[in-house]
């Protein structure tokens, strides 16, 4: 991406979306096409320096398996063995150290400078990584010095009540079932229910495709967005750890409940050890249902439909989900309870498609379709 900014001049500055505490986010185009860049620290200087570099003749060059050497005893000293995005990333830093190995030729001062800013920034290792292995992490698409440019999406808003901007998403035409002709375009409930099934199929992948738990500390309609095929993406990945940094962040001191809240992560204080549960009382899919889901189908905004026996069925599983308060050990040590509303709400869901008219596939809905494992251990 260098080159393109500094040499051909094809990035152009549109706007800043974003400015605090020096985290900047801004919007460009970059060879005509939107992206986003973004960078955890202002200046290149606030970031901490690649020590081997100081050690360096500057007329050599670092082999990348210098670089992984380095790179790995470095983040294990800070990390202390730790494994949790947001936090520590010792193995983010080893799989990022595999990907360079890959590479044969040398890597100047100013890349491996530019790689060891990016790999401070945890958000930019965490989807560099997980943009891999899943759908609905967006897309790192290049970096220069210490800003990286990610996929444009349509992000969420709270004041929209569809959460997102249906206007722009290019949907496929589709045959009636009773073959009586072509719609163009589905409606925007229809295109709901099936973002609220790409919704449910992350929560899924987020709990299964890894040997930890992904936690989404801060779910709120910002923090997501969607592809034109209606998968919903994470885009904000700052708050999201997998379990053993979760457990270390709920592992304090507490005098009540309100002590173990972690922003949408929370367990319970024990009274007699005054210490929070390491273990979280709550799931990423119940803060979905409560903040995403209930202002969705809520009986206010479906208006004349909200008695139809779907939508009510679909209510009612909605509010029990966001009900559900209980951690692990409360429900046996697998999270039945989880799942068993997890699979009411996609099947109702994929009824509420299939009556629309249209298929149960695109935005990551599915049925009947056996998910897809990946093992990876963070």
Not at 101 to 118: C, G, I, Q, T
Not at 120 to 141: G, I, P
Not at 266 to 278: F, L, N
Request: glycine fraction near 10%.
């Amino acid at each position: 991406m260098c080159e393109d900014l500094c040499v051909l001049r094809l990035v152009e500055y549109k706007r800043c979306l974003y400015y605090e505490n020096g985290k900047k986010v801004i919007e460009a185009r970059w060879r005509g096409n939107p992206v986003i860049l973004k960078s955890k620290l202002e200046n290149f200087s606030s970031y901490e320096p690649l020590g081997i570099l100081d050690y360096q003749d500057t007329a050599e060059e670092l082999s990348p398996l210098d670089v992984v050497f380095y790179a790995t005893l470095e983040d294990e000293d800070e990390d202390g063995g730790g494994g949790g995005g947001g936090g520590g990333n010792g193995s983010l830093a080893r799989l990022w150290g595999k990907k360079l190995k890959s590479r044969d030729k040398s890597y100047s001062r100013a890349e491996l400078a530019s790689l060891w800013s990016l790999l401070q920034q945890e958000e930019f290792t965490f989807l560099r990584v997980l943009q891999d292995l899943s759908s609905h992490v967006a897309r790192v698409l290049g970096s220069c010095g210490h800003f990286y440019a990610v996929e444009y999406l349509s992000a969420g808003h709270a004041w929209d009540q569809n959460i997102f901007s249906l206007d722009d998403v290019a949907v496929p035409g589709l045959q009636e079932q009773n073959g009586a002709g072509a719609r163009g375009r589905w409606t925007s409930r229809e295109m709901v229910h099936r973002i609220a099934l790409s919704f449910l199929d992350m929560v899924w992948h987020f709990d299964n495709d890894f040997t930890h738990k992904l936690h989404l500390c801060d779910i709120k309609p910002e923090n997501f967005a969607i592809r034109k095929d209606l998968t919903v993406v994470a885009i904000d990945v700052d708050m999201a750890f997998f379990e053993p940094k979760m457990r270390d962040i709920l592992d304090q001191n507490c005098s009540s409940d309100d002590d173990c809240n972690f922003f949408d992560c929370s367990s319970r204080c024990d009274p007699m050890k005054r210490r929070c549960s390491p273990t979280r009382r709550n799931t990423n899919l119940q803060v979905i249902c409560e903040k995403i889901f209930r202002p969705w189908f809520s009986p206010t905004l479906l208006g004349a439909k909200a008695g139809l026996p779907l939508q009510v069925e679909l209510q009612r599983a909605v509010q029990e989900c966001s009900e559900t308060d209980r951690s692990e050990e409360e429900d046996g040590g697998g999270g039945r309870g989880g799942r068993d509303i997890h699979q009411r709400l996609l099947s109702i869901l994929n009824r509420l498609v299939q009556e629309g008219g249209g298929s149960a596939e695109g935005g990551g809905a599915w049925e009947g379709k056996g998910h897809v494992h990946t093992a990876l251990n963070f």
